[in-house]
C-alpha cells in the first residue's frame, strides 16, 4: 500500500513530534497543593468558644465593698474576652504563616544544602 507524499509528511511529523511534546512534560514543575490539614478554626481552643459570662449585678442594697468587689470582676472578665481576641489573631496570624511556608515552592538543586 503506498502512502500519498503528505499523508507521509503527516506521519513523520507527529511521529517526531509526539515524543518532544512528552519530554517538554516531563520536566515541568509539579503544582503542589496545599494540604487539607491547615484547618485555622481547629487550632483555637474549646474553652475560646464559650462567650465571657457577664458579673452578676449586686442587689440594690449593696455596699460600696459589693460594688467594688462587682466591679473589679465585671474589669477581669472584660480582660479575658481581650484576651481571648488577641490569642485568635495571633493563632490566625501562625496558621497563615504555615500555610504560606507550606505553600512556598521546595529549594530545589543544590541550593536546599546551604548553610546560610
Known sequence: ???KPLQALARALTAISTPLAVAACVHTPSIETIPSAFRCAALIPDNDRQPVAPTPLPSPEA???AL???LDDQTARLDLANGRA???LSILQRCEDERASA???A???LSRFRPF
Open 1 to 3: 500500500m503506498t502512502l
Open 63 to 65: 455596699t460600696a465593698g
Open 68 to 70: 467594688w468587689i462587682a
Open 86 to 88: 488577641a490569642d485568635g
Open 103 to 105: 505553600a512556598a515552592p
Open 107 to 109: 529549594p530545589r538543586g
